[in-house]
């Protein structure tokens, strides 16, 4: 009887046991979503228009890359080409001043299918841009004593954007792509947000761990 009994309380217990194994506690906070941890820079140079001139735009980004989708970081651009400012609004009658434009802010970028070697991605800079006006008189003999940071203009600038990737190596890519320029509270240098707003088309280099 005693046996019996020591067997019914083993068999129990040994119920018990796996029952608490297939059982597993129930958690508030899960495993961490972040699967793959990354990073990666990137030089952009965008061709675009400001008040109907041409306008060269060099630009670098870049951040934190997570599970080979998401990109958060931070990026600015600005011209690097003579835009003529109208002798109407020119703060320096007489001389080649030029508007220099500028933005720079938070740069978020979403990669579909990161592992193949050709794919796309959107993107988007939202943050702050400024205009200014400077002496582009002649370059030959141009130094610091010609750039006139005078009347800077400050307003809230998004640009979205597309790009097709491809893989050139592991650590980077070659990003050719189009986004739209929009400005916001503009009001100086004699530029309308019209005047600021516009496509870019750009090509960009990005290195790192994707």
């Not at 129930?26 to 990666?40: A, L, Q, W």
């Not at 735009?57 to 931070?74: A, D, E, I, P």
């Not at 007489?94 to 794919?119: D, I, P, R, W």
Request: charged share 20%; proline share 3%.
């Amino acid at each position: 009887m005693k046996n019996q009994i020591y067997r019914i309380l083993v068999v129990a217990m040994v119920a018990v046991s796996i029952s608490a194994r297939a059982q597993q506690n129930e958690t508030i906070f899960r495993k961490s979503p972040v699967r793959h941890s990354g990073g990666y820079a990137a030089i952009s140079n965008k061709f675009t228009t400001i008040n109907g001139d041409f306008a060269n735009m060099v630009g670098v980004y870049g951040g934190w890359f997570v599970n080979r989708k998401f990109m958060l970081g931070v990026g600015g651009a600005a011209t690097t080409n003579y835009i003529p400012a109208p002798w109407n609004v020119n703060q320096f009658p007489g001389s080649k001043m030029t508007y220099q434009y500028g933005q720079f802010g938070l740069m978020t970028e979403y990669v579909f299918a990161s592992t193949k070697k050709v794919h796309f991605n959107v993107n988007l800079l939202t943050g702050a841009g400024f205009t200014t006006q400077y002496d582009r008189r002649d370059w030959d003999d141009w130094d610091w004593d010609d750039f006139e940071d005078r009347d800077a203009n400050f307003f809230f600038v998004m640009e979205p954007g597309v790009q097709v990737e491809f893989n050139l190596l592991k650590w980077m890519r070659f990003s050719p792509g189009v986004s739209y320029r929009r400005a916001f509270g503009n009001s100086g240098n004699g530029l309308s947000d019209a005047d600021l707003s516009n496509l870019s088309y750009n090509l960009t280099l990005k290195f790192g761990a994707f």
